[in-house]
């Protein structure tokens, strides 16, 4: 079993809205209501890609498991130099070691454009995920009580942060 990364293709959308409806439905990953369209997806991704961020996917047998990206972490022109992550795996793939392989990659090219800080926001309930990060050398920096709502509960914001070196 290898995996392979590649640049996103249009033809992988269907896919990737697949990875993120069955997390929007199941699970506090995401803080999204409503399920993606394809359409909205599309949309998101050319938005990034157009803004020069990179969208990964990684395959095996070149069929797609798992993605990644990162964009502005906020708007404001001093923040240039700072990308917030998103790394997804299909559900039935974990623990093949993909998530470890995108991050990696999103890494690199964060250093390859001269990026100096990569932020990761991640769902308090999901300490596998803060335990996948501190693998990276991403550190905790901070707690946001109370920041979602979903499935009638509050959740908190784990921000965890790597220093690109």
């Known amino acids: 079993m290898e995996i392979?990364?590649?640049p996103y293709q249009s033809i992988d959308a269907e896919t990737i809205v697949a990875i993120l409806n069955y997390y929007i439905?199941?699970?506090?990953?995401?803080y999204d209501y409503e399920l993606r369209t394809l359409e909205q997806q599309q949309s998101i991704f050319e938005e990034k890609l157009t803004k020069g961020f990179p969208v990964i996917v990684a395959t095996i047998?070149?069929?797609?498991?798992?993605f990644g990206y990162y964009s502005e972490f906020r708007f404001r022109e001093a923040y240039k130099f700072t990308v917030e992550h998103s790394v997804y795996v299909m559900p039935n793939?974990?623990?093949?070691?993909?998530g470890k392989v995108i991050l990696q990659n999103l890494i690199d090219l964060a250093k390859t454009q001269k990026l100096h800080t990569m932020i990761a926001v991640i769902d308090h309930e999901n300490q596998?995920?803060?335990a996948?990060?501190?693998?990276?050398?991403?550190?905790t920096v901070g707690i946001i009580k109370e920041s979602g709502f979903k499935f009638e509960r509050?959740?908190?914001?784990?921000?965890m942060q790597l220093i690109l070196k």
Not at 25 to 30: I, V, W
Not at 132 to 139: I, L, M, R
Request: glycine share 10%.
């Open 4 to 6: 392979k990364i590649r």
């Open 25 to 30: 439905a199941n699970s506090t990953a995401l």
């Open 61 to 66: 047998d070149e069929r797609v498991v798992g």
């Open 93 to 98: 793939e974990h623990g093949k070691g993909i």
């Open 128 to 130: 596998s995920s803060v």
């Open 132 to 139: 996948f990060h501190e693998q990276f050398g991403f550190a």
């Open 154 to 159: 509050w959740l908190h914001s784990v921000i």
